[in-house]
């Protein structure tokens, strides 16, 4: 029998149950979970703030394991016919339908209405579809990527969904050689997006959040600057960032907080004919108020929204954490290891903010 | 002497006051005024909405005029040289510095703090630096344009300087072939937006606007189809565009109302992954609400503010016009033609919507 | 029985042959053929001049029919499901994986190695996947566009794949309002090119090409200036461009003529900074020698090559047809109508260029 | 009396001449040079090899020096007033008009018509106008950046030219986060470019070059793998590509050669719909050949070709340098310092290769 963590409903205390063995259909691969994530969204999901989930769930969306069966021949994302043993991970998102008109037309996949994702959209009644469980079933057409041999593979759960998050922020912030990069927030996508501004040749990045051991990290991670949200107001971040800026403003702003009235600052962060990324008001915290003439039009502002990621960004992401991850802590995100009877403790330190992430790990 | 319509400040009633010649400078051009044009900024101007305005000025950004003097050899963009007769425009901002920070490292030349704006940011105790006069005294450096010869003036005039600003506009909203684009406001920048939309190879073109002469001219302008703002309210609006849209909202949409609510409103026409143009903010119309989760983030909107233009705007707007002015109704757009002493009727015919574009005729 | 014209081998005559009616399986579409292609493609396929060929085929890559048969419910590109009796067309391109490295990370499905196309890479021992055919089978999967009403299937055929080849091309030519746009070449790729220029906004459009015949139609189609290939040299037609565009060269070059030569030549018919789109060079028409410090570095050259085209650009071209086609001559582009039983006639007729493009009717 | 070394025609010996302190007038400075460039352009000069050079000039177009005298109030490009003593560099390119078609237009400032180049296309005749002087003459207008307070000037002065240069080519290269780099070259250009592809996250990094000690550099540069050209042929070289690359080719590719077959060989290097930028052809070295169907149009590849810098490279340059300077040895690119009196000596060690970059400090 395998081993699963379910959440049944919101607000209900985590539970493990007990799963038959899969057969392994043709195209499938069935994973022996190493590793899998715990993040915000896994608070979200405990507290309901998503809507179409089918509980009850296996959370767990982002997650890593070896390969112990395959269905005939399945390839990962470079082509390469997977082996039992293999150390692999894959997207969540699965079952873009390559059909319809956000898919084809649009280019626009995130978007697509058939996509679906494990640990978040797929019932525990339909099969093992999330990391928190000994085993995770791979349905057909899941997107495979297999672990560079040189990245180990907690370092690869450090950075987690954030880094793909961050990664399809930075894309559509388009960072120039020397830009000064304001990111809100320091969680995992805020801390990723500071790494990879330096990874696009940003001149100065300054970091807004807190607490303080998030901080700590920022630095840690590279940040030039940072401005504690706890001791400061938005009058007072503003003065600091123009202040570091000779008077004008980041060239790019990253929103990576989940709080509304965070974007209004952060319209105002941003100099003019900047770039502003919104990335992290993945739930709906309510509206906000702007004035479309001084925080927009007189700006020539750009402000754009970031929803999901595809397997490019994954991809690339793993790819950037093979060759640069010994430079920053991506590691370090991880701040706590929890058994599967564990998990109800991860996620109550997660939302408590205890742990920047958490990580589960089933193996006995 | 030289008679120009002076706006000593707001609200005051215009008068036609007598300059004397000026010299003309190495590098400068004395014009003839053609024809001077009478739009939505001469109102904000009469009404004190503009900041930094140096009243007394001579009003008039957008003119066309007959060169009557030359100061030693000055060329057009196109680096011919001016002769005594010819037909030109000019760029009604000039100065900018060309070496700021804003001028050339982050090639935002419309934010260049040094920018001056002839008929706006020029005192009439200064100079002839507007078109609602006899003359126009062009300083070194400022942008010429010569008009093509096919192109008569008072259809350049027509388009005024609503076209090279929805021609920026345009450039921002990267229309794909066969977006549906929908405009928000049908004045003149609104309209030159639904002309130009068609010369991205727009699928559809929606205006929103009224009232019925303004809707009717957007009709003959080659809208697929009109929404009137006076018999719909924002549900209806957008209700109409989704029915339009097969349910998606629009490719592309673009802002030229100077209403802030119609910021939020656009928001939500627009489609998942699509584009959203802010240009017609151009005073402070007060705040408004939105929510970043919804009209934003989870959209994957990309929204842009678009302020000014340069000369690369206006010198392609009269290579549009000349190209295809007799396919579009850029002529009808001024419906009132005044003499110089007939300027204050002019401002108030545009202030109360009597027209949609007047055109100031200074010659006796 | 179903008739179709055969192409057995290179070389060989066509022949019409019988097949059996097919099993329409789940998600697949049996069509009625109301017209297809010949286009220069089949001129390429009949000297054997294209690789991986599966001969025998079925030719005709882009076709219109009337759904005949559908295997339970399938829908078009919009979502809207299928009737009997609809008028569709089809992405000839089908079968792009979806998940290698090309399709996913690359998001270059043009690139995909498992894309296989209708009419060309599909051999008549498989069924009846190719347009010159009574009727066609649409494979599960295979992309369809729902012709929009007030567009005449004829028409839309006399754009054919020209159009979707022409529009890919100006997506990648990033032509700007006003731009000078050269076309070279004057066949049903180049002659879409110029008038999908002028849904850009372009400023003069320049087509180089021949025979007179040709040369008119561009005249038709809106081309601003023409160049005959026939009483020209390169050094002349240098001289004309040179002299059309105050001596700068054109601000975009589109390539569509299938003669290596013309790549060096239409490098140096462009301006410094400009564009220049290679889509002409569908076979290998063997090398040209070009110098790279004149042609391309220190012209600051933009070389981009284009090949095929997704759903997108087919889908697009839907669109701009449905809404320009009866400001442009596309419906002209055809000069000759066939039978089935004519279609060698026509392959021959399209080889002497006695015919722009040719339309095979197969209906009885 | 102010010493600087004087190249007085092609292939004759440097002399060192004196010159009268020139008067400094209104918007000018006066620069105390700290060190002066030898690169290979200034091989070239020697060599004849550029158009338009009005000997007898004083070569050194990059160069850091201390500001000696201000005529009035001058101010760097971030707006700050230069003062007596500051370290500050400026650009080498003076004078683009920003009224000609290209710098309006087009923005494409670096084909501006009227620019100018210190230490290359002025002559000293004029004045101080190159670097390998005691003192230089900035004329007004000329950009100043002041070098940060953390950055040495002698590693400024490591990265010098090539870096701009390569800054502009990984620009033009849209690199993005995973991608494989090829470098063509190991000159001052190409290991900067070796640097700033790791500065956009690349995921691999080839430096194809020689001779050894310059691929020893590539490699201290972080170059994940070498390429020695003096072991390999074409062939071997783009084998080596194609087994680090899963058979794809780069994703990018940057030429910093100078060598004309190598941008066939580059073209080849690049996987389908690759980007190619062309930046090492600064001089005529004769024409190459290429097949426009295999190496173009069919792999739908991007080659952009990249002249000069303007002041945003430039100054973004510097940015990058203050902030990465510690992490990549820009410092190491100079291997020879040089005195006035040895300038000739200077540029046989720089035309022998017997140093990567050579520095000229004409203080006494």
Known sequence: MIRAAVMS?????????EFSEPRVEAGAVLLRTLGSE??????????????????PIIPGHVSVGEVAAIGGAVADADGRPLM?????????????CGRCWYCTVAHASTRCPQRRVYGITLSSEEGLFGGWSEYIYLRPGVHIVTL?????WETFMGAGCGL???????????????DTVVVQGSGPVGLSAAMLAQLRGAGKVIVIGGPAARLDLARRAGADALIDIDTTDAVARREAVYALTDGRGADVTIEATGVAAAVTEGMRLTRDAGRYVVVGQYTDAGPTEFNPHRDLNQKHLD?????????SHFYRAVQVLARYHTQFPWADLISGRYTLDQAQVALEDMAAQRVVKALIVPGR
Chains 1, 2, 3, 4 share one sequence.
């Open 164 to 178: 793909p998050t961050a990664l399809h922020a930075l894309e559509r912030a388009e960072v120039r050689f020397g």
């Open 303 to 311: 402000v754009r929204g970031c929803w999901g990621s595809d397997l």
């Open 84 to 96: 039992i043993g293999d150390v692999i991970t894959f997207l969540d998102v699965y079952g873009s």
């Open 9 to 17: 409903a919101p607000h209900q205390p985590l539970a493990v149950r």
């Open 38 to 55: 715990v993040c915000g969204t896994d608070v979200h999901l405990w507290h309901g703030r998503l809507a179409g989930v089918p509980y």
């Open 148 to 152: 560079p041999p040189n990245l180990p």
